[in-house]
């Protein structure tokens, strides 16, 4: 079984030294926020230049504060949280607090990772389908795949945070028998440019697409 704590030394181990995971979802939400014990009177910059400090057991220790602090909140203390946040930080705060707190790995990386995904060469037959049918549920097709033909199967994985735009996955073209792996990394964008980086996801999708079926 694989979790926050153990994910780094596996990815490492696998040849993809880029990684850093630490936290899940909630958990960097609540960072971020500072919602977590000890750190509620910290402001933004002083949570990331905190983090920054940490070793990989400091921050693991703090994700599980996090866990044990917040493991008893209702959906709707989770919304109250999220409401009476509305506004205390600025877009530039966000940014930086979603680019420098969150889970972390190289494009190269990830583009490695989805080649032995696809090669079989990462987890066995059973849990290789289970991996790609998560990745073919995905519902938000507004970036790599925006500009393809539909003779193009995709299986990937969209990241969305404040300024962060992300989009990894494989692409199944017709004519190849292997995948191609494409990955799209964004950060610090500014506000109201999210739609060009959108934009600009597609179009990496499309020149994809046709260098490959050129080959």
């Not at 289970?130 to 539909?150: C, D, V």
Request: glycine content about 10%.
């Amino acid at each position: 079984k694989y979790g926050p704590a153990n994910l780094d030394p596996w990815l490492h181990s696998l040849g993809f030294k880029s990684s850093e995971i630490i936290l899940t979802n909630r958990q960097a939400w609540l960072l971020s926020l500072g919602k977590v014990p000890g750190w509620g009177t910290t402001t933004p910059e002083g949570r990331v230049t905190r983090w920054e400090k940490l070793d990989r057991a400091g921050r693991l220790e703090v994700a599980k504060a996090i866990e044990q602090s917040s493991s008893n909140l209702s959906i709707g203390q989770f919304q109250a949280i999220e409401n009476a946040s509305t506004g205390t930080q600025t877009a530039a705060q966000d940014n930086r607090l979603a680019a420098e707190l969150d889970n972390k790995m190289s494009a190269l990386d990830l583009a490695g990772l989805l080649m032995k995904l696809d090669r079989g060469a990462l987890l066995n037959q059973g849990q290789t389908e289970a991996a790609l049918s998560i990745l073919a549920g995905q519902k938000y097709h507004t970036r790599l795949p925006a500009k393809l033909s539909t003779s193009t199967d995709v299986y990937h994985k969209t990241g969305t945070l404040s300024g962060i735009r992300n989009d990894a996955g494989l692409f199944y073209i017709k004519g190849r028998t292997e995948g191609v792996a494409v990955v799209f990394l964004s950060r610090y964008l500014r506000p109201g440019a999210e739609g060009k980086a959108d934009r600009l996801a597609g179009e990496v999708g499309r020149l994809v697409e046709t260098a490959y079926r050129a080959e």
